[in-house]
T-cell receptor, first 114, second 112 residues
Framework: DAGVTQSPTHLIKTRGQHVTLRCSPI?????VSWYQQVLGQGPQFIFQ???????GRGNFPDRFSARQFPNYSSELNVNALLLGDSALYLC?????????????FGAGTRLSVL | DQQVKQNSPSLSVQEGRISILNCDYTNSMFDYFLWYKKYPAEGPTFLISISSIKDKNEDGRFTVFLNKSAKHLSLHIVPSQPGDSAVYFCAAIIQGAQKLVFGQGTRLTINP
């Protein structure tokens, strides 16, 4: 069975550019969450989507946005990139949207902003 | 505001011995706790979890203990194996909420 897949694996952008990261959840999972992990820290919650609706948002600026498609895949968009946006971006999927649903992570997209 | 803390950035243990990883939390609303393991170039992999209504959960070589009064949980790995060398993250969630709150991680190294 395929796990959570993310693309691209690595990405290099310059300040001010825009980036789109993609995620395909585990088959049958309807919830997708996005996390940012900077070096030396644990992942920080950005968004959760369930059935195409935003169900949660972390403490990130409006430059960060996301959406979920009818097939439950998701995109994370970041506008006006800053150097501080350099991080590993992780996508996680779970069967539902709440509580004990275990979140399963993809390998992430490594974003470098120069 | 670090609600979940792993105060040991690294831990080195001899193969075959017990590894104990610790985690503290401050938010008493957290009611479900998870441990994830992360190898380089891979995403975090779910290891084991525990509900706040329990104080212990076992799965093979892995046992998680929860002390609610101390707001402390620990992961015991016994016996430790070289393949256990990884970064371990403690995470907490409020059931009914959407986000996992992670600690900073502990790098475990198992020495042969």
């Amino acid at each position: 069975d395929a796990g959570v897949t993310q693309s691209p694996t690595h990405l290099i952008k310059t300040r001010g550019q825009h980036v789109t990261l993609r995620c395909s959840p585990i088959s049958g999972h309807k919830s997708v969450s996005w996390y940012q992990q900077v070096l030396g820290q644990g992942p920080q919650f950005i968004f959760q989507y369930y059935e195409k609706e935003e169900r949660g948002r972390g403490n990130f600026p409006d430059r960060f946005s996301a959406r979920q498609f009818p097939n439950y895949s998701s995109e994370l968009n970041v506008n006006a990139l800053l150097l501080g946006d350099s991080a590993l971006y992780l996508c996680a999927s779970s069967p539902g949207s709440r509580g004990k649903n275990i979140q399963y992570f993809g390998a992430g997209t490594r974003l470098s902003v120069l | 505001d670090q609600q979940v803390k792993q105060n040991s950035p690294s831990l080195s243990v001899q193969e075959g011995r017990i590894s104990i990883l610790n985690c503290d939390y401050t938010n008493s609303m957290f009611d479900y706790f998870l441990w994830y393991k992360k190898y380089p170039a891979e995403g975090p992999t779910f290891l084991i979890s525990i509900s706040s209504i329990k104080d212990k959960n076992e799965d093979g070589r892995f046992t998680v203990f929860l002390n609610k009064s101390a707001k402390h949980l620990s992961l015991h790995i016994v016996p430790s194996q070289p393949g256990d060398s990884a970064v371990y993250f403690c995470a907490a969630i409020i059931q009914g909420a959407q986000k996992l709150v992670f600690g900073q991680g502990t790098r475990l190294t198992i020495n042969p």
